[in-house]
């Protein structure tokens, strides 16, 4: 639960940053798409915050 609400704050700021900065690129727009994905609740939606959470374990595992 944590994890989905960091990830719709972060891909949220990161959207807004984008729109204001230099509107919306394609690139930008895939950070769009994954905001939406993570306030939504179709099918897909929990295969890809399995996948962000997988990202997000792999990341909080390496060590610096």
């Known amino acids: 639960m944590i994890l989905s609400i960091s990830g719709v704050v972060l ?14 690129k394609p690139s930008h727009a895939c950070v769009s798409i994954l905001f939406g994905f993570y306030l939504a609740s ?23």
Do not use: H, N, Q, W
């Open 11 to 24: 891909f949220g700021t990161i959207g807004f940053i984008f729109f204001r900065k230099d509107g919306l």
């Open 42 to 64: 179709t099918t897909i939606a929990p295969t890809i915050r399995a996948g962000g959470e997988g990202l997000a374990s792999l990341l909080g595992g390496m060590r610096f």
